[in-house]
């Protein structure tokens, strides 16, 4: 089975500041490895992935994360955040290849707040 | 442009209630799943569904139910409703094709009293 572990519940930061988000998961086998982003009220959508070739993702916002798997991390980074980007951030796993249905295993979530 | 829809957005059940959320997509997805949230727990998954006809158990499926007698629809059914089930419940769905993306509705926020 797969597990995730989120390091921080919350974070606040300052506006224009940067920020990281910490992942780490477990798995036996290979894994995709995504951030989802929820803004308050809404559903979650899609951030960034991770499934094969290149370490680092990046996502059209500014974000990117990279995949280490010698440390079983997918840290989450902006090198300078926005008011906007207040939201709850999850970082979630799923097996490799087509046998898992696509279920995902997601982390506790780690809220982002972002002050003026 | 509609995606993911869910209904209701809000309701409250008294303890012993049954009720169904609905979940509709026109995206064709062959993959649906019902996913709870709670706070500090992120999410688990409850049902999910790889085609019509077809469903099976999540992490947390106990004191719920969901049928899939179509590609659209995914509705997920609560019989004799217990405050432990009070939580926010989101329906996603994903194409099979794809490598991961699942498409989330707004969620239904329940809670049971």
């Known amino acids: 089975a797969q597990s995730v572990t989120q390091l921080d519940s919350q974070v606040p930061v300052f506006e224009e500041a940067p920020v990281e988000l910490r992942c780490n998961y477990s798995?036996?086998?290979?894994?995709?490895l995504f951030w989802y982003v929820q803004y308050p009220n809404q559903g979650l959508q899609l951030l960034l992935k991770?499934?094969?070739?290149?370490?680092l993702v990046e996502s059209i916002n500014g974000f990117e994360a990279e995949f280490n798997k010698s440390q079983t991390s997918f840290h989450l980074r902006k090198p300078s955040v926005h008011i906007s980007d207040t939201a709850e951030y999850f970082c979630?796993?799923?097996?490799?290849?087509?046998?898992?249905?696509?279920?995902?295993?997601f982390g506790q979530g780690t809220i982002l707040t972002v002050h003026p | 442009n509609a995606g993911v829809t869910q209904t209701p957005k809000f309701r409250i059940l008294k303890i012993g209630q049954s009720m169904t959320l609905q979940c509709t997509q026109d995206?064709?997805?062959?993959?649906m799943y019902w996913y709870r949230q709670d706070p500090g727990m992120g999410l688990k998954l409850i049902y999910y569904?790889?085609?019509?006809?077809?469903?099976d158990k999540g992490e947390v499926p106990n004191g719920y139910n969901v049928s899939r007698s179509t590609t659209e629809d995914f509705p997920l059914r609560l019989e004799l409703a217990a405050p432990s089930q009070t939580s926010v419940y989101f329906c996603?769905?994903?194409?099979?094709?794809?490598?991961?993306?699942?498409?989330f509705g707004e969620g239904s926020r329940l809670t049971v009293l």
């Open positions: 798995s036996s086998v290979s894994v995709y």
């Open positions: 991770y499934l094969s070739g290149s370490t």
């Open positions: 996603a769905s994903s194409d099979r094709l794809s490598t991961g993306e699942l498409f």
């Open positions: 979630a796993v799923r097996i490799a290849g087509g046998t898992s249905y696509g279920k995902l295993t």
């Open positions: 569904s790889v085609g019509a006809g077809i469903t």
């Open positions: 995206m064709n997805h062959n993959y």
